[in-house]
């Protein structure tokens, strides 16, 4: 089976202070703002925008755009600030997500296996602070001429440094590529996302976001995502 691109994004550290730097556009579309540290062989040393280092093998890097636009961090929407930065952990309960789509004769498999690549992403505020792309096949299904691929998702824990404030967050686990084969999802494309509006960053403290998952209804398969939030 050919090499997949899984690409994990995660943010420890946030410095509130303005950056220059340059745009990072990996291989399955994410693009990363912050600034070019060093080569090392083949790994490739990130200070993305919000402060934290991330070190990316070159076969999944597409290109680097060098721009001199100032960058800043979420914007706080309002309560207090301080220098010392507090931390929000978004946690999710055991829960698995499946993304299956149907290819009729192996036709253009490449192309169907990346639409049902699935992303778990974290915005703080309009501003993308972590996003994970999943584009693996963990499971192949045979029905005649049409061939089923599944792919399984785990989320993990995310955790972010922040200024102390109060923030909107919106967690979301999609396929973030359908375009040509949505008709080809046999259930409709995934789509799950969560928002909370005041989330309360303490200086020095932790701010938890718990993330489950629970029918619409009673008696139906469709589910929803829902988040408890504690300090």
């Known amino acids: 089976m050919r090499l997949k691109i899984f690409v994990t994004i995660l943010l420890i550290v946030l410095i509130?202070?303005?950056?220059?730097?340059?745009?990072?556009?990996?291989?399955?579309?994410?693009?990363?703002?912050?600034?070019?540290?060093?080569?090392e062989g083949d790994t490739l040393h990130f200070m993305t925008s919000f402060?934290?280092?991330?070190?990316?093998?070159?076969?999944?890097?597409?290109?680097?755009?060098?721009?001199?636009?100032?960058?800043?961090p979420p914007p706080v929407?309002?309560?207090?600030?301080?220098?010392?930065?507090?931390s929000l952990i978004v946690r999710f309960s055991k829960m698995k997500l499946t993304s299956k789509i149907s290819v009729h004769r192996n036709q253009d498999r490449e192309g169907h296996e990346l639409e049902n690549a699935i992303e778990q992403s974290l915005t703080i505020s309009g501003k993308k602070v972590f996003s994970r792309v999943d584009t693996t096949t963990d499971k192949i299904i045979y029905k005649g001429p049409e061939t089923v691929l599944k792919?399984?998702?785990?989320?993990?824990?995310?955790?972010?440094?922040?200024?102390?404030?109060?923030?909107?967050?919106?967690?979301?686990?999609?396929?973030?590529?359908?375009?040509?084969?949505?008709?080809?999802?046999?259930?409709?494309?995934?789509?799950?996302?969560?928002?909370?509006?005041?989330?309360?960053?303490?200086?020095?403290?932790?701010?938890?976001?718990?993330?489950?998952?629970?029918?619409?209804?009673?008696?139906?398969?469709?589910y929803e995502l829902y988040a408890v939030t504690s300090n």
């Open 16 to 39: 509130p202070t303005f950056i220059y730097g340059e745009i990072l556009h990996l291989k399955d579309g994410s693009m990363i703002k912050g600034k070019v540290i060093s080569f």
């Open 51 to 72: 402060g934290s280092e991330l070190r990316i093998h070159k076969d999944n890097v597409l290109r680097i755009e060098f721009t001199d636009e100032p960058m800043a």
């Open 77 to 86: 929407l309002g309560g207090p600030t301080s220098t010392e930065p507090g």
């Open 151 to 222: 792919n399984e998702f785990k989320p993990v824990e995310m955790r972010v440094g922040m200024p102390a404030g109060i923030y909107q967050v919106k967690i979301a686990i999609v396929n973030p590529y359908v375009e040509k084969y949505v008709k080809s999802f046999p259930d409709e494309p995934l789509y799950k996302d969560v928002f909370v509006d005041a989330v309360v960053i303490n200086a020095g403290g932790f701010t938890v976001v718990q993330v489950g998952k629970r029918r619409k209804r009673l008696g139906l398969a469709g």
